[in-house]
């Protein structure tokens, strides 16, 4: 079993929609979580961390379950310049990336 | 901002050719990390160094890959011989602690014909 595993999508939405993505993670002692943004041939960027009590960062809201192990980010009014890959990272022993679920926000 | 440098960005080698890449991560950073991402896959982690010391290289394959930060700051990752089958972006990454968010560099995208 992987440590984590993402929808790889795509997922294609209109511009204004909503849009949620899950990412689950295999180990119980995992300390922290994040989700990255990549776009085509680019480095990963941090779009934010993902804590217990759940984060907003404008239009992006991150939550953790740590009963059902899995991290969400949720994505309102989505625009056409949130179209990329979005990875989750979970730190247990180590860093695991998922392997990124594509979005394509359509105008 | 200071950023992690990666040189060179794009790498085009034949089979069973040596190449190198390099690093040079945020200034303080005291971990790095050397990345190997496939198009349509997540990064997998080939090497974790603390300062000059390797952390975790058990997904790094050493007959052919070989990594250093002799001095704990910047770093080389090379692959001797390389095979078709390492045709990927080498993505560097650098955070002040271990457990730290994580920078990256541009990336070297490789490609051996």
């Known amino acids: 079993r992987k440590e984590v595993e993402q929808d790889p999508g795509p997922f294609n939405v209109p511009e204004g929609a909503t849009v949620a993505f899950n990412c689950t993670y295999s180990?119980?002692?995992?300390?922290?979580f994040f989700w990255y943004r990549q776009d085509c041939r680019k480095e990963p960027k941090l779009l934010m961390s993902?804590?217990?009590s759940g984060n907003e960062d404008g239009r992006f809201t991150a939550q953790l379950n740590r009963a059902s192990q899995y991290i969400s980010l949720l994505i309102r009014d989505s625009k056409l310049s949130d179209s990329a890959t979005y990875l989750c990272?979970?730190?247990?022993?180590?860093?695991?990336f998922g392997t990124g679920t594509s979005l394509t926000v359509i105008p | 901002e200071a950023e992690v440098a990666q040189s060179p960005r794009y790498k085009i080698t034949e089979k069973s050719q040596a190449v190198a890449f390099w690093c040079d991560p945020i200034s303080g950073h005291a971990t790095l990390y050397w990345y190997r991402q496939i198009l349509g896959q997540g990064p997998e982690l080939l090497v974790q160094?603390?300062?000059?010391?390797?952390?975790?290289d058990s997904q790094l394959p050493k007959d052919r890959f070989s990594a250093e930060r002799l001095k704990g700051v910047d770093s080389t990752l090379k692959i001797q011989p390389a095979e078709l089958g390492d045709s990927a972006m080498y993505l560097c990454?650098?955070?002040?602690?271990?457990?730290?968010?994580?920078?990256f560099g541009p990336g070297t995208r490789l490609t051996v014909l």
């Open positions: 990454a650098s955070s002040i602690l271990a457990v730290d968010t994580q920078y």
């Open positions: 180990n119980s002692a995992s300390q922290s």
């Open positions: 993902v804590y217990s």
């Open positions: 160094f603390q300062d000059e010391s390797v952390v975790d």
């Open positions: 990272v979970v730190i247990g022993n180590q860093f695991y």
